[in-house]
């Protein structure tokens, strides 16, 4: 058997049930997130993200989603869920971000909340790279009001050709659509992941076994197809 030309990391993010931290690793996914933001409909407590994280198996990464949080409370959710990496999908400055990763040993994403208005400027993805240069990713969610995600595609032409930086394609992101994502972007960074939520979802925070299954399944079939 052949193998595939690429392998696409995979995250599921804002699990909130046992079922459905489950079935993400019975599919094959890489890692799964935990939202830590109290105004979105998929927070956890942190006891409840440590809860779950528990029944993770090796290789499967737990990540914590933090919104403007206090360094105190990610010190917390860091010491609640040993090995979690840490997304910041708020207004966290660069050394925000970083000093804080640094001093608790986690490795971190960041946010880009790319326009979703083609007639905004397009956003700086370089610079935005550049800055955030110690983040072991960047994120690329469609900017909406409030954080944490919508849910809503972007236009994928409108990043730049080369980016010094790992990606993870999220926003929008669907069986349908996730294998034309990737083979737009995959060339433009370091490597290319993905990060699915509410299409595989049958309401907000109760995730679907089926479509945790057909969104994975897709994105094994554009890594074959290369």
């Keep these: 058997m052949s193998l595939p030309a690429h392998f696409t990391p995979i995250k599921i993010c804002g699990l909130t049930r046992e079922q459905d931290v489950d079935a993400a690793v019975q599919a094959g996914v890489q890692a799964i997130g935990f939202v830590l933001y109290e105004r979105s409909p998929r927070h956890v407590s942190t006891a409840r993200a440590a809860e779950l994280a528990r029944r993770l198996p090796a290789f499967v990464n737990p990540v914590l989603l933090v919104v403007n949080a206090s360094e105190a409370s990610i010190e917390a959710a860091c010491a609640a869920v040993p090995g979690a990496w840490l997304q910041f999908h708020g207004d966290e400055n660069p050394a925000f971000c970083q000093r804080v990763a640094q001093r608790l040993g ?14 905004a400027p397009a956003f700086d993805l370089v610079k935005y790279a550049a800055d955030y240069q110690h983040a072991h990713a960047l994120l690329l969610d469609a900017h909406v009001e409030g954080y944490g995600g919508g849910g809503k595609a972007f236009n994928w032409s409108r990043l ?3 980016v010094n930086a790992h990606l993870v394609l999220s926003g929008g992101l669907t069986p349908a ?9 995959r060339s433009r960074g370091l490597s290319l992941g993905v990060d699915v939520s509410s299409a595989v979802e049958s309401a907000k925070g109760i995730k679907d076994a089926a479509l945790i299954h057909d969104f994975v399944a897709a994105v094994r079939a554009a890594d074959r197809q290369g």
């Design 177 to 185: 659509n996730v294998g034309d994502g990737l083979r737009a972007l």
């Design 106 to 119: 986690r490795r971190w994403l960041r946010a880009a909340r790319i326009p979703l208005d083609e007639s």
């Design 160 to 162: 730049p050709t080369s």
